[in-house]
């Protein structure tokens, strides 16, 4: 993706490329179903733009936590009964970073995957935020931080690490923590639907 090309976007060329990124999506109720047996969650590859550049938000996990201490993650956490997917996805995000759950577009889903240590099925969903300077505030009772990375570093292929101990498959080092595990399978998944969308003109 040409991020040179993205950050001199007007607005209709970032509603055009957005338009074109729901294509390469699932549709919002039709990913699939989560692995029978697993317990069920669902995470936000959430975009937004600010200071003419696209970025994405990441929590960092409490050490101090029973599950995934530590941890960075996409925005997210278990599916209750009675809710949807995407509607677990939105709940996680007002309770964890803070936003306005409304103010989320949905644009559509990757298929979920399996973490078998875990026993998580988890879904990904994709979903754009209009706001330009969006106020996260992390939960304190799950998170250390919020923080943002840029999109193009995301897509930088050559940024992503491999097999470098003490982290497995591919990772990517980001500020003072790691990308990796989980939340780097499903963007495996995400970000090639992301570069498929571009180049924005």
């Known amino acids: 993706m040409s991020t040179r090309q993205l950050s001199k976007a007007s607005p209709e060329d970032v509603q055009a490329f957005l338009e074109r990124l729901s294509t390469h999506l699932l549709p919002l109720d039709g990913w699939g179903s ?23 938000p990441f929590v960092l996990r409490r050490a101090d936590l029973p599950s995934h201490p530590g941890q960075v993650g996409l925005p997210g956490g278990m599916v209750r009964q009675k809710e949807s997917a995407w509607e677990a996805a939105v709940r996680e995000a007002e309770e964890e ?5 409304s103010e989320l577009v949905p644009l559509g889903a990757g298929p979920p995957l399996y973490a078998a240590v875990t026993n998580f099925s988890v879904v990904p969903f ?42 497995r498959g591919p990772h990517l080092p980001v500020e003072d923590t790691v990308i990796w595990g989980l939340t780097a399978r499903l963007l495996a998944d995400v970000l090639p639907r992301v570069s498929a969308a571009a180049p924005v003109p």
């Open 34 to 56: 989560f692995r029978v047996g697993a317990k069920s969650a669902a995470v936000t590859f959430i975009l937004y733009r600010h200071h003419e550049a696209w970025h994405v």
């Open 97 to 101: 970073v803070g936003i306005q759950g």
């Open 126 to 167: 994709v979903a754009w935020l209009p706001s330009p300077s969006p106020a996260f505030r992390p939960d304190p009772r799950e998170l250390d931080s919020v923080f943002e990375v840029r999109l193009d570093r995301l897509l930088d292929a050559e940024a992503w690490l491999e097999e470098v101990e003490p982290f």
